[in-house]
């Protein structure tokens, strides 16, 4: 196909859709929108009242499992987190009255306890920084 022949194709083309848009112009500018002739250029198709309500409740589904979700993920955290505190209150209970023999160094004892609250804290942060995150980002 000459580089001419293609020139002339693409300028009927334009032409073709300059008269699409004129006819739909015209049909809605004198109130006659049910023209017989459908436009050739993709135009968004109508939502119908079905379709809206069908993706609402969508929407609404995955927002009531995101929040199931979240139920779940934090009662599991805070089981463990829970476990893991009557777990330091169970050893500085030994430590603070030498139960069995149990006596850790006093710097070991300390890191242990100041680390294990720590790690408890960051968790909670983390996991409440992204199980509920601002709107603003």
Do not use: C, H, Y
Request: no cysteine; glycine share 4%.
């Amino acid at each position: 196909m000459s580089a001419k022949r293609r020139e002339q194709e693409a300028k009927q083309a334009v032409k073709d859709l300059q008269r699409t848009i004129d006819q739909v112009r015209a049909g809605i500018e004198t109130g006659n929108t049910k023209s017989k002739k459908r436009p050739t250029s993709p135009t968004p198709l109508p939502v119908t009242f079905d379709e809206k309500i069908r993706k609402q409740q969508i929407e609404n589904d995955n927002i009531e499992k995101d929040q199931k979700l979240k139920e779940t993920t934090l009662r599991i955290l805070f089981f463990f987190l829970t476990f893991e505190t009557i777990i330091i209150f169970v050893l500085a209970f030994f430590q603070g009255f030498k139960v069995g023999g149990f006596q850790l160094e006093e710097w070991s004892f300390r890191v242990v306890i100041a680390g294990t609250l720590s790690q408890i804290a960051a968790m909670l942060v983390i996991a409440v920084k992204n199980l509920f995150p601002t709107k603003d980002s």
